[in-house]
């Protein structure tokens, strides 16, 4: 009774303080205790009769069965009341793995095996164990990658770790270093030497640190800095860690440094050139080469001894502020070379010229600026030789401004009378003179002009050379520059005996771009020189195209006479400067000489080159190619019947209402001027010098001034300026009627404010184009309302219904608008004078035939908001925004158009 007791007893702690379970040979649950059901997070209902799942099952037969594999591993244990001892991983109610040190026991009821499972939670050791390896494993990782080479050695001096750092650094590999005594693989002497150390860290519990150097096994030197440390264990054992910074490449770099200074220094003694170092924390120079004391005479220990006080000692005392300025840091922002000038004392009181170049010197580390590396070198000799050649300049400049001056005031003395002759013979010639007068007024007339072409000859030689000739472009009509050109010289070769014969090539456009005023100068040059030379036969002029591209045509000329010819010795001298053929050409001829050679300059600033074939006796042939620019405009058909105040009346009958104000001192120039004004149903108001034009101004508003510069009491130039100071006359036209062809004269018109210029003597033709011109747009703008939309009836009435040529004239009109969108405001803010009036005068022969007068209305007002008022930024940004406002809806319609012609070019229709 009391065994039973006993066994119960011992039955019931077991159940109490261990886990417990038992299953069938299948491995089926037939009993658990609490504590089995509580770790696995479940209750013996959920267990009984369930299979008992093993997580580790691979760890002991490869059949991953576990009650497969026990009853074979349990034979010897079954008769025993002994247990098999194993670590079981299960899992719990949730997933979790459980780690069980278990005894298993074999139970035997009726021949049928049972097992008892007694076991103790192991989990959270296998995690402290798991931990440690991970530990272990990544702080061995580390080690691996850092750079530096560590090495950790035992109480024997073995080594058990060491980096891959260090395995590099020794060229040895990890097994064959682990478990192995000291430095076997250093020289006898070096492993002495390297334990020695290791022996006194360990026995004197200490740190060491020290520069060490050695031969690696492939032969190297090496030179590194050891620092060995102790590292008691818990235990009491002892570790030694060796942590090891390899200064080879230093060492070696420090050598070179050393060697590289050496040899600097033997370069900048041997040097001719100034050499110092400024240092910008002691603030003083801390080099100077041997140069610099042998050119000032100073030894080197006086200057180091100037200190600070160098700069006040040697610096002349006009050139120390800007030498200071020099030796600032704010100076060097960049790496560039700093360049400048000053004069140095010389220990025997003298000044020398130097020119210096300051190179900065920044820290690596934080790129701040530490030093000045400057030269200098002696200028003392070039600066006297400058200061000759200034004052020989100075000479030249003021012969030339003199030259300027004569030349100014010969043309204006010239041309004033010259303008009287022609004006009047004109006139005369308007007024139905007698037959027998006629032929005597165009003789006068065409030897004035001559005269003038003289005249205008010497400017243009004077421009050149000065290099104040510009070509323009603009859109001309080719065709009616070349019929006048016929017309001009048709007179002279009829009056000659001799023909003249142009032949003009069709496929050339009538409209064209480029310098109408230089193309007419070349050709008159040529074929007046054709008739000059020419007795008997032809002059033959050919125009005809050579090549056309998209936007562009390649036009040859040709001008072939049957004149004296020229001598093949002679083919170049005839471009030079008062050059003739030969020495009695100008006693025979006349002429100055200068004609080809202008003609050649004109050609070469276009890009062209002109080519001459002659023969002594039998003629000349003179050629060359300019290219031209496609024009949008399209030349209206002109009535050949109609004479010219017929042709180029105004179709606006308010310009006879337009008041015009003539200023001009001389009384033969404003009766001219009145009496053509008067023709064209002009009654202008006149004044005979600037301070009657400013009174006039003042109690009348004129639409147009037209004004002399060079007067009495007030010249054009001062009027113009009070002109403009009143708000009336901020934008009205204002045309210069000058008797000088200086291109200065006229650019310094245009800056303070003129609006255009005609030169004296002037055309007729040309004094009415600029003056209709210039009322047109100012009496527009009073009686018409701007209109954006895009009007193109006109341009398409001329064209027809050709649906080709009217989809590719709207491209390029579309071009042209987005060219003014994107590019016209940058030159506005750029304020860039020349781009702006070129893409105003463009734009003026546009707007006639395409309507779009507000684009053009805007791009004007813009301008003279620059002209006027150019720091009002912000009013020039609303006309820019107004500009690109009417270019939208300008191209907004030509969208529409494109998609119609688009449509009648598919479909073959008329619109």
């Known amino acids: 009774m009391k065994n039973k007791i006993n066994q119960a007893l011992a039955l019931n702690i077991i159940e109490e303080t261990t886990i417990t379970w038992q299953t069938n040979a299948k491995g089926e649950f037939i009993h658990v205790n609490k504590n089995f ?19 580790n099952e691979q760890d002991f ?9 026990l009853p074979n591993k349990l034979k010897s244990f079954q008769n025993t009341n002994t247990a098999w001892h194993c670590e079981l991983k299960l899992k719990t109610k949730y997933g979790a793995s459980i780690y069980l040190d278990t005894a298993i026991y074999v139970l035997t009821t009726n021949e049928i095996n049972q097992y008892l499972f007694v076991a103790k939670d192991i989990t959270r050791q296998k995690s402290f164990e798991t931990s440690l390896v991970y530990t272990q494993n990544f702080f061995y990782e580390l080690f691996n990658h850092i750079p530096f080479p560590i090495f950790l050695k035992d109480e024997q001096s073995n080594f058990f770790f060491c980096n891959t750092a260090f395995l590099d650094l020794m060229h040895i590999q990890k097994k064959e270093i682990l478990n192995q005594p000291n430095y076997y693989f250093l020289s006898e002497k070096e492993a002495k030497q390297f334990a020695k150390r290791d022996q006194w860290v360990m026995e004197k519990n200490a740190s060491h640190e020290a520069e060490e150097e050695f031969t690696d096994p492939t032969g190297r030197r090496k030179k590194v800095i050891i620092k060995r440390s102790i590292f008691t264990q818990t235990t009491g054992n002892k570790i030694l860690i060796g942590i090891i910074q390899d200064i080879t490449m230093y060492k070696l770099a420090e050598k070179r440094l050393a060697e590289t200074n050496n040899f600097i220094e033997s370069i900048t003694r041997a040097v001719p050139g100034l050499i110092y170092i400024f240092d910008f924390d002691k603030r003083q120079i801390v080099y100077i080469n041997k140069e610099l004391t042998t050119t000032l005479g100073y030894g080197i220990l006086e200057l180091k001894n100037m200190g600070k006080n160098f ?24 790496d560039e070379v700093q360049q400048f000038e000053c004069r140095l004392k010389t220990k025997n009181n ?19 600026l530490k030093q000045i590396i400057g030269t200098a070198q002696n200028i003392t000799e070039l600066k006297i030789k400058e200061q000759e050649l200034t004052r020989t300049t100075q000479i030249a400049e003021n012969l030339a401004h003199a030259k300027a001056q004569f030349l100014s005031m010969m043309s204006h003395e010239i041309r004033n009378p010259m303008n009287a002759v022609i004006g009047l013979t004109h006139l005369l010639l308007q007024e139905a003179p007698k037959p027998k007068q006629v032929g005597i007024l165009n003789t006068l007339k065409f030897s004035a002009e001559n005269l003038l072409a003289l005249i205008n000859d010497f400017l243009d030689f004077t421009k050149i050379e ?25 007179y002279r070769t009829v009056e000659k005996g001799i023909d003249l014969e142009v032949k003009l090539d069709p496929d050339i456009p009538d409209m064209l771009i480029g310098d109408p005023v230089r193309l007419n100068q070349i050709l008159h040059n040529l074929i007046g020189n054709a008739i000059k030379f020419t007795e008997k036969g032809k002059i033959s002029f050919k125009i005809f195209l050579v090549a056309e591209r998209e936007n562009s045509l390649e036009i040859n000329f040709e001008v072939i006479d049957t004149g004296i010819g020229i001598a093949q010795e002679n083919l170049e001298t005839i471009f030079d400067t008062f050059a003739q053929a030969s020495k009695d050409i100008t006693r025979r001829f006349g002429g100055t000489g200068l004609g080809l050679f202008i003609t050649r300059k004109l050609l070469a600033l276009q890009n062209s080159t002109i080519q001459v074939k002659s023969k002594l006796g039998v003629g000349s042939n003179f050629s060359f190619l300019l290219h031209f620019e496609k024009s949008l405009i399209v030349a209206q058909p002109k009535n050949l019947n109609k004479s010219m105040n017929e042709q180029i009346l105004p179709k606006n009958q308010y310009i006879k209402k337009a008041k015009v104000l003539l200023v001009e001192d001389l009384d033969i120039n404003r009766l001219i001027a009145t009496k053509f004004l008067k023709q064209w149903g002009i009654e202008p108001d006149q004044a005979n010098d600037g301070v009657v034009a400013i009174k006039k101004a003042k109690e009348t508003h004129y639409d147009l001034i037209l004004m002399d510069l060079l007067m009495p009491e007030l010249d054009g130039y001062e009027a113009t300026k009070q002109l403009r100071a009143m708000p009336q006359y901020a934008h009205t036209p204002i045309i210069a009627l000058t008797a000088s062809a200086m291109e200065e004269e006229k650019e310094k018109a245009i800056t303070i404010g003129i609006t255009d210029y005609i030169t004296k003597p002037f055309n007729p033709n040309e004094l009415y184009s600029k003056v209709i011109k210039y009322l047109n747009e100012q009496l527009k703008v009073k009686k018409t309302k701007k209109n954006i939309r895009l009007d193109l009836k006109d341009a398409f009435q001329i064209m027809s219904d050709d649906w080709v040529q009217q989809k590719k004239i709207l491209l390029l009109l579309q071009k042209e608008i987005k060219n003014i969108e994107e590019n016209f405001p940058k030159i506005l803010i750029e304020n860039n004078e020349a781009k702006i009036r070129q893409a105003i005068h463009n734009q003026k022969g546009l707007s006639g035939l395409f309507n779009t007068e507000a684009l053009l209305q805007e791009m004007i007002d813009a301008h003279k908001i620059l002209q006027t008022n150019h720091t009002d930024n912000q009013l020039l940004q609303k006309h820019i925004i107004k500009i690109r406002k009417v270019c939208k809806k300008m191209n907004d319609t030509i969208k529409k158009y494109l998609i119609d012609l688009e449509k009648n070019i598919q479909n073959n229709i008329h619109l």
């Not at 859109?475 to 017309?487: A, K």
């Open 37 to 55: 059901c509580q770790l696995l997070l479940t209750n013996e209902i959920e267990l009984l009769s369930k299979k008992m799942d093993i997580e």
């Open 61 to 69: 037969t490869k059949e991953n069965n576990f009650f497969t594999f």
């Open 311 to 334: 700069f006040a000692e040697i610096i002349h005392p006009k050139d120390l502020r800007n030498t200071l300025l020099q030796f600032s840091s704010r100076r060097f922002t960049t």
């Open 350 to 368: 003298e000044y020398l010229w130097f020119a210096i170049q300051h190179l900065p010197f920044k820290r690596k580390e934080n790129s701040t």
């Open 466 to 490: 000065a290099g104040k000739i510009e070509i323009e472009k603009t859109d001309f009509n080719f065709r009616t520059l070349i019929q006048n050109i016929e017309q001009i010289f048709l």
